[in-house]
T-cell receptor
Protein backbone atom coordinates (compact mmCIF):
# COMPACT_ATOMS: atom_id res chain seq x y z
CA UNK A 1 0.00 0.00 0.00
CA UNK A 2 0.96 3.62 -0.20
CA UNK A 3 1.37 5.81 2.83
CA UNK A 4 2.84 9.00 4.05
CA UNK A 5 4.70 9.36 7.30
CA UNK A 6 4.05 13.05 7.62
CA UNK A 7 1.08 15.05 6.45
CA UNK A 8 1.35 15.79 2.75
CA UNK A 9 -1.12 17.89 0.83
CA UNK A 10 -1.47 15.32 -1.95
CA UNK A 11 -1.42 11.54 -2.23
CA UNK A 12 -1.53 9.52 -5.44
CA UNK A 13 -2.69 5.93 -5.03
CA UNK A 14 -2.96 3.03 -7.45
CA UNK A 15 -6.47 1.59 -7.61
CA UNK A 16 -6.70 -1.48 -5.42
CA UNK A 17 -3.83 -0.45 -3.15
CA UNK A 18 -4.25 0.54 0.47
CA UNK A 19 -3.68 4.17 1.36
CA UNK A 20 -2.84 5.94 4.59
CA UNK A 21 -3.53 9.59 5.27
CA UNK A 22 -1.84 11.20 8.24
CA UNK A 23 -2.84 14.10 10.43
CA UNK A 24 -1.18 15.82 13.36
CA UNK A 25 -3.59 17.51 15.73
CA UNK A 26 -2.75 20.50 17.82
CA UNK A 27 -4.53 20.34 21.16
CA UNK A 28 -3.69 17.70 23.77
CA UNK A 29 -7.07 18.37 25.43
CA UNK A 30 -8.95 17.25 22.32
CA UNK A 31 -10.91 14.10 23.01
CA UNK A 32 -12.94 13.56 19.87
CA UNK A 33 -11.70 13.24 16.32
CA UNK A 34 -13.42 12.90 12.98
CA UNK A 35 -12.33 12.22 9.43
CA UNK A 36 -14.25 13.93 6.67
CA UNK A 37 -14.24 13.35 2.93
CA UNK A 38 -14.92 16.20 0.54
CA UNK A 39 -15.61 15.40 -3.10
CA UNK A 40 -15.27 18.06 -5.75
CA UNK A 41 -18.08 20.62 -5.59
CA UNK A 42 -19.61 19.15 -2.44
CA UNK A 43 -19.53 19.69 1.29
CA UNK A 44 -17.45 17.55 3.66
CA UNK A 45 -19.04 14.23 4.61
CA UNK A 46 -18.45 12.20 7.74
CA UNK A 47 -16.36 9.06 7.30
CA UNK A 48 -15.46 7.82 10.75
CA UNK A 49 -14.86 9.15 14.24
CA UNK A 50 -12.88 8.08 17.30
CA UNK A 51 -12.82 9.14 20.93
CA UNK A 52 -9.66 9.55 22.93
CA UNK A 53 -10.34 6.46 25.05
CA UNK A 54 -9.70 4.35 21.95
CA UNK A 55 -6.66 3.94 19.74
CA UNK A 56 -8.28 2.18 16.79
CA UNK A 57 -11.68 2.07 15.19
CA UNK A 58 -12.77 0.27 12.04
CA UNK A 59 -15.48 1.03 9.56
CA UNK A 60 -16.28 -0.26 6.13
CA UNK A 61 -12.91 -0.29 4.30
CA UNK A 62 -11.62 2.44 6.62
CA UNK A 63 -9.67 2.34 9.84
CA UNK A 64 -8.75 5.28 12.05
CA UNK A 65 -5.74 5.08 14.35
CA UNK A 66 -5.13 7.49 17.19
CA UNK A 67 -1.78 8.02 18.90
CA UNK A 68 -2.33 10.46 21.74
CA UNK A 69 1.32 10.38 22.80
CA UNK A 70 2.42 12.13 19.64
CA UNK A 71 -0.96 13.71 18.81
CA UNK A 72 -1.25 11.83 15.57
CA UNK A 73 -4.27 10.54 13.70
CA UNK A 74 -4.33 8.42 10.58
CA UNK A 75 -6.96 7.15 8.18
CA UNK A 76 -6.36 3.91 6.35
CA UNK A 77 -8.42 3.09 3.28
CA UNK A 78 -8.35 -0.50 2.10
CA UNK A 79 -8.49 -1.41 -1.60
CA UNK A 80 -8.71 2.18 -2.75
CA UNK A 81 -11.31 2.81 -5.46
CA UNK A 82 -11.77 5.67 -7.96
CA UNK A 83 -14.67 6.93 -5.85
CA UNK A 84 -12.24 7.51 -3.01
CA UNK A 85 -10.67 10.41 -4.91
CA UNK A 86 -11.39 13.45 -2.75
CA UNK A 87 -9.92 15.81 -0.18
CA UNK A 88 -9.70 14.24 3.28
CA UNK A 89 -9.74 16.31 6.48
CA UNK A 90 -9.15 15.39 10.06
CA UNK A 91 -10.95 17.42 12.71
CA UNK A 92 -10.55 17.66 16.49
CA UNK A 93 -12.88 18.75 19.26
CA UNK A 94 -12.32 19.53 22.91
CA UNK A 95 -14.80 18.64 25.67
CA UNK A 96 -17.85 20.91 25.80
CA UNK A 97 -16.55 22.92 22.87
CA UNK A 98 -18.89 23.57 19.98
CA UNK A 99 -15.97 24.29 17.72
CA UNK A 100 -14.65 21.56 15.46
CA UNK A 101 -11.16 22.51 14.25
CA UNK A 102 -10.09 21.16 10.90
CA UNK A 103 -6.60 20.26 9.79
CA UNK A 104 -5.15 20.95 6.37
CA UNK A 105 -6.69 18.59 3.86
CA UNK A 106 -5.01 15.84 1.85
CA UNK A 107 -6.05 15.49 -1.78
CA UNK A 108 -6.17 11.82 -2.71
CA UNK A 109 -6.06 10.91 -6.39
CA UNK A 110 -6.69 7.30 -7.39
CA UNK A 111 -4.85 6.09 -10.52
CA UNK A 112 -6.61 3.53 -12.68
CA UNK B 1 -34.55 15.51 0.79
CA UNK B 2 -31.46 17.60 1.42
CA UNK B 3 -30.54 17.66 5.11
CA UNK B 4 -28.64 20.97 5.02
CA UNK B 5 -29.42 23.22 2.09
CA UNK B 6 -27.77 26.49 1.14
CA UNK B 7 -28.73 29.11 -1.42
CA UNK B 8 -27.37 30.35 -3.68
CA UNK B 9 -24.82 27.75 -4.75
CA UNK B 10 -22.90 30.32 -6.78
CA UNK B 11 -22.71 34.05 -6.26
CA UNK B 12 -20.70 36.49 -8.37
CA UNK B 13 -20.75 40.12 -7.34
CA UNK B 14 -18.83 43.37 -7.42
CA UNK B 15 -16.69 44.79 -4.63
CA UNK B 16 -18.65 46.97 -2.27
CA UNK B 17 -21.95 45.14 -2.72
CA UNK B 18 -23.97 43.53 0.08
CA UNK B 19 -25.04 39.90 -0.27
CA UNK B 20 -26.71 37.16 1.75
CA UNK B 21 -26.43 33.38 1.84
CA UNK B 22 -29.26 31.36 3.33
CA UNK B 23 -29.10 28.02 5.10
CA UNK B 24 -31.79 25.66 6.29
CA UNK B 25 -31.54 22.27 7.99
CA UNK B 26 -34.33 19.71 8.37
CA UNK B 27 -32.47 17.43 10.78
CA UNK B 28 -33.97 18.88 13.93
CA UNK B 29 -30.52 19.93 15.14
CA UNK B 30 -30.12 22.74 17.65
CA UNK B 31 -26.71 23.98 16.54
CA UNK B 32 -25.75 25.52 13.22
CA UNK B 33 -22.47 26.86 11.88
CA UNK B 34 -20.87 28.85 9.13
CA UNK B 35 -17.46 27.75 7.89
CA UNK B 36 -15.28 29.47 5.30
CA UNK B 37 -13.10 27.43 2.92
CA UNK B 38 -10.34 29.30 1.16
CA UNK B 39 -8.64 28.54 -2.14
CA UNK B 40 -6.23 26.16 -0.39
CA UNK B 41 -9.18 24.16 0.96
CA UNK B 42 -8.55 25.23 4.54
CA UNK B 43 -11.81 25.14 6.55
CA UNK B 44 -12.23 27.71 9.30
CA UNK B 45 -15.21 28.26 11.54
CA UNK B 46 -16.80 31.70 11.50
CA UNK B 47 -19.94 31.50 13.62
CA UNK B 48 -22.11 29.07 15.51
CA UNK B 49 -25.64 29.38 16.84
CA UNK B 50 -27.33 27.14 19.37
CA UNK B 51 -31.12 27.50 19.57
CA UNK B 52 -30.89 30.93 17.92
CA UNK B 53 -28.20 32.10 20.34
CA UNK B 54 -24.73 33.03 19.13
CA UNK B 55 -22.16 30.77 20.85
CA UNK B 56 -19.11 31.07 18.63
CA UNK B 57 -17.92 34.23 16.98
CA UNK B 58 -14.41 33.85 15.65
CA UNK B 59 -12.29 36.77 14.56
CA UNK B 60 -14.42 37.74 11.63
CA UNK B 61 -14.84 41.29 10.28
CA UNK B 62 -18.05 42.88 11.48
CA UNK B 63 -19.07 43.19 7.83
CA UNK B 64 -20.21 39.58 8.35
CA UNK B 65 -23.44 39.28 10.29
CA UNK B 66 -25.17 35.96 10.93
CA UNK B 67 -28.87 35.83 11.66
CA UNK B 68 -30.86 32.91 13.00
CA UNK B 69 -34.62 33.48 12.80
CA UNK B 70 -35.25 30.01 14.21
CA UNK B 71 -33.14 26.99 15.02
CA UNK B 72 -33.61 25.50 11.55
CA UNK B 73 -32.22 28.54 9.74
CA UNK B 74 -28.92 30.40 9.84
CA UNK B 75 -28.30 33.10 7.28
CA UNK B 76 -25.09 34.99 6.57
CA UNK B 77 -25.15 38.59 5.45
CA UNK B 78 -22.00 40.25 4.17
CA UNK B 79 -21.71 44.02 3.76
CA UNK B 80 -19.25 45.94 1.60
CA UNK B 81 -17.80 42.85 -0.04
CA UNK B 82 -14.04 42.73 -0.59
CA UNK B 83 -11.89 40.67 -2.95
CA UNK B 84 -10.62 38.63 -0.01
CA UNK B 85 -14.13 37.48 0.79
CA UNK B 86 -14.04 35.23 -2.26
CA UNK B 87 -14.32 31.68 -0.93
CA UNK B 88 -16.71 28.79 -0.49
CA UNK B 89 -18.97 29.24 2.52
CA UNK B 90 -20.34 26.11 4.17
CA UNK B 91 -23.28 25.88 6.50
CA UNK B 92 -23.37 22.93 8.90
CA UNK B 93 -25.46 21.62 11.76
CA UNK B 94 -25.05 19.23 14.67
CA UNK B 95 -26.89 17.95 17.70
CA UNK B 96 -26.29 19.65 21.06
CA UNK B 97 -25.37 18.16 24.41
CA UNK B 98 -21.82 19.40 24.32
CA UNK B 99 -21.73 20.50 20.75
CA UNK B 100 -20.16 18.45 18.01
CA UNK B 101 -18.44 16.24 20.57
CA UNK B 102 -21.50 14.06 20.66
CA UNK B 103 -21.85 13.69 16.94
CA UNK B 104 -20.82 14.70 13.50
CA UNK B 105 -21.32 17.90 11.61
CA UNK B 106 -23.63 17.73 8.64
CA UNK B 107 -22.52 20.12 5.92
CA UNK B 108 -24.39 21.78 3.12
CA UNK B 109 -23.08 21.72 -0.45
CA UNK B 110 -21.43 25.12 -0.10
CA UNK B 111 -21.95 28.56 -1.63
CA UNK B 112 -19.13 29.75 -3.85
CA UNK B 113 -18.76 33.50 -3.56
CA UNK B 114 -16.68 35.35 -6.15
CA UNK B 115 -16.02 39.04 -5.62
CA UNK B 116 -14.81 40.93 -8.70
Amino acid sequence: GESVGLHLPTLSVQEGDNSIINCAYSNSASDYFIWYKQESGKGPQFIIDIRSNMDKRQGQRVTVLLNKTVKHLSLQIAATQPGDSAVYFCAENRPNDYKLSFGAGTTVTVRA
Amino acid sequence: DTAVSQTPKYLVTQMGNDKSIKCEQNLGHDTMYWYKQDSKKFLKIMFSYNNKELIINETVPNRFSPKSPDKAHLNLHINSLELGDSAVYFCASSTTSGGPNTGELFFGEGSRLTVL
